[in-house]
């Protein structure tokens, strides 16, 4: 049921549902393919420092593949456990983000600004990494639309195109 703060954001257009369990899925395949990495790296480090030798760049590409792995299932571990129901409405005048226990009502006219900072490659795609807009309204905080948002490409540009806009031609 939409709020009278909703309402006055004008013509619904349409709803964008963040897939939570897909980024559960890839948060534990990420955190296991850094445990793997970890496990491999150990003795190789261990391995490098006691007998001496040239392994200094493979052991060091082990542990920069742990960390990425690790960095990326924790990050997505802790997103999933915490924005349980995330949608992004999408009406004429504005946005409207809600999770289960928050909903932010976000004319255009508050938004301070918009950063794409998506990784459109096959690895970015997979982590849902594709997509990755910073949504900073005037009043602080943020808030964040990644690649696991369904349409999140046409989310982003017509977020965008409305922020700017409004920048151009305030009401």
Do not use: C
């Not at 924005?83 to 009406?91: A, C, I, K, N």
Request: net charge positive.
């Amino acid at each position: 049921m939409a709020t009278e703060a909703e309402r006055a954001l004008g013509t619904f257009i349409r709803n964008h549902p963040t897939d939570n369990a897909r980024r559960g899925r890839v948060a534990i395949g990420a955190l296991l393919v850094g445990l793997v990495f970890s496990a491999v790296a150990i003795p190789v480090t261990v391995t490098l420092f006691s007998e001496g030798g040239d392994g200094a760049q493979f052991a060091g590409l082990l542990w920069g593949a742990a960390l990425i792995g690790l960095y990326g299932g924790v990050s997505s571990g802790l997103r999933t456990l915490r924005r349980h129901d995330e949608v992004f409405v999408l009406r004429k005048d504005g946005l409207v983000y809600r999770r289960t226990g928050e909903t932010r009502v976000l004319p255009w006219t508050e938004v301070r600004s918009v950063v794409e900072r998506g990784q459109d490659h096959a690895l970015g795609r997979l982590m849902g990494w594709d997509v990755h807009l910073v949504i900073r309204p005037r009043g602080g905080g943020r808030l964040l639309l990644t690649g696991y948002t369904e349409d999140a490409v046409r989310l982003t540009a017509e977020i965008q195109a409305a922020v700017a806009a409004t920048a151009t031609h305030p009401r």
